[in-house]
């Protein structure tokens, strides 16, 4: 346990649950039937995005190729229209461009991430 900071370790338990409840109900998701705004497993942190992905590269690439894999992964799953073209046809009218402004927000903060990473490279 963290002596300075001893709330930090329960604290990044609670997220490292989060994001692998964010896993678990993503897995799940491709299987459902009709898409709403409450069935998509949204990230719990949409700023953190890409680096829960960059944890998840096993070791031995450069850092710079681990962000681009890690952005790739990221985009793929939550760029606005592959994700409307994959499941846009299974959403009800109403919810549609609630879906589609949320998912400009999360991938803005992926892309402001990524911009992040690779100037810290």
């Known amino acids: 346990m963290n002596c300075r900071h001893p709330n930090r ?18 897995a799940a998701f491709g299987d459902s039937g009709v898409v709403t705004m409450a069935s998509i497993p949204w990230p719990p942190h949409a700023d953190r ?3 829960w992905q960059i944890q998840k590269i096993p070791p031995g690439q450069d850092r710079k ?8 992964k990221c985009a793929l799953r939550w760029h606005p229209d592959k994700f409307m073209g994959k499941h846009g046809g299974k959403m ?20 402001t991430s990524f911009t992040a990473a690779l100037k810290g490279l």
Do not use: C
Not at 13 to 26: I, L, M
Not at 65 to 72: D, G, L, P
């Open 92 to 111: 009800s009218d109403g919810e549609k461009d609630a879906i589609q402004a949320r998912l400009n927000d999360n991938f803005q903060a992926l892309n």
């Open 9 to 26: 370790t329960a604290s990044a338990a609670v997220v490292g649950g989060q994001w692998k409840d964010y896993e678990e109900r993503w």
């Open 65 to 72: 190729a681990t962000v681009r894999s890690a952005y790739k």
């Open 49 to 51: 995005l890409l680096q």
